[in-house]
């Protein structure tokens, strides 16, 4: 029998963050993010962000999410425009509305988010908490208040721990059955031959989390990633067919030497479905995520990689993503934290997007249509 943390793994509730008024890639972190742009859409971002809100609930599952009294400033503008200092204002105004120093532009990828568990008896939801870039360390502030109102509402208690190792969250946590396969990065191998790229989660990171979660060292694979699959969600997702073992849907390239090999070894040859590099790659396939019968999966995927997953016996529904994949480089996975099985959440809790679907969407119109920011910004940046 799988431990308990991995039989729990996959509840219906997945929590979400919506993506901040004056989105911008401003980090560089991944291989899309690292193109500089200087025009974005913040009410196109929030559309695609909605239609993986609506999958969710359309598959059986409900999204968790809050808004934050921070964003107020950045609503109820027809357009922002950041200047060469980063200060954000109205377009062809004075005012100044915010700085994109402070501006958490990664917010929106919520599988960077913590580990949860719930107890056997039911009594307490415990989570380890990420160690992210410096950039984003910030974001932890919501998971800490989101999860503190979700166990409220359960009936829970609620202990979160820190992780003191570099460690970016459930993006790179893949449980398959009763394996775990856990990705990170070793400077050297992930960027052989490239150059320094930022590294991400660490073998100490991951290892640390799945102690705290309670997995057995003999139910782990560990694996390591290459460029530019920066976490595992972009190289794989686990897939479970109705009435038969889990599967992970994978992309061979995405690992580092033999790592493909020992997922292989680990999990069985019938266990694995294979990714093309050109899903893999272009499209984000492996940063799909399945929500009760579904799956979600990135619009530009191929019809034989769609065709490989309703074959198992799923059923399929493509999210466009122009702004949160083709500009931040993320998808349905990297926007969604699944928590487990064993939180009974009310069913008009005010944080389902369920309750409040009305609201949620109403708050499209207060977007900006469009965000522009100056080319200075960027060549400071460089300078620095």
């Known amino acids: 029998m799988p431990p308990d943390a991995l039989a729990r793994m996959y509840g219906d509730l997945l ?23 200087l025009e974005y859409a913040p009410r196109r971002a929030y559309d695609e962000w909605l239609a993986i809100l609506d999958g969710i609930v359309a598959f059986g599952g409900d999204a968790v999410l809050a808004f934050e009294p921070d964003d107020e400033p950045l609503l109820d503008h027809a357009a922002l425009e950041v200047d060469g200092a980063g200060l954000i204002r109205p377009a062809g105004a004075r005012e100044v509305v915010g700085d994109l ?26 989570g380890v908490m990420p160690h992210m870039l410096p950039h984003r360390r910030a974001e932890a502030a919501y998971f800490r208040d989101l999860l503190g109102a979700v166990a409220d509402a359960s009936g829970l208690d609620l202990a979160l721990t820190e992780c003191p190792y570099r460690w970016e969250g459930m993006a790179d946590v893949a ?57 595992g969600d972009t190289v794989h997702f686990t897939a479970r067919p109705p009435g038969g073992p889990a599967r992970l849907v994978h992309f061979a390239g995405g690992l580092w030497g ?40 990135p619009d530009g995927v191929s019809a034989r990689f769609q065709g490989s997953i309703e ?66 910004y960027f060549a400071g940046r460089a300078r620095g």
């Open 15 to 37: 929590i979400v963050r919506p993506p901040v008024p004056a989105t911008c890639n401003k980090a560089g972190a991944n291989y899309k993010s690292e193109v500089t742009h």
């Open 258 to 297: 033999d790592g493909h090999d020992r997922v292989v070894g680990a999990l069985g040859p019938d266990q694995v479905v294979p990714i093309d590099l050109p899903d893999a790659v272009h499209q984000y396939a492996g940063n799909s995520r399945q929500v009760g019968g579904g799956v979600l999966m």
């Open 175 to 231: 449980v398959v059955g009763d394996r775990v396969v856990l990705t990170y990065a070793v400077a050297g191998h992930y960027d052989a031959g490239l150059g320094p790229r930022s590294l991400r989660s660490s073998r100490d990171g991951v290892a640390f989390a799945a102690d705290h979660a309670g997995v057995p060292e003999r139910a782990r694979v560990y694996v390591e990633l290459v460029y530019p699959h920066f976490h």
């Open 311 to 376: 074959r198992l016996g799923l059923t399929t529904r493509r999210i466009p993503l122009f702004e949160l994949f083709g500009k931040a480089g993320g998808g349905p996975a990297c926007t969604t934290l699944q928590l487990p099985a064993g939180i009974d959440l009310p069913a008009g809790s005010p944080l389902r997007y369920s309750a409040s679907r009305d609201r949620v969407r109403a708050r499209r119109e207060r977007l900006p249509e469009r965000l522009t920011v100056s080319a200075d």
């Open 101 to 126: 120093a402070a501006v958490l532009s990664g917010r929106v990828f919520t599988a960077n988010g913590p580990w949860v568990t719930v107890d056997p008896g039911g009594r307490t939801a415990r």
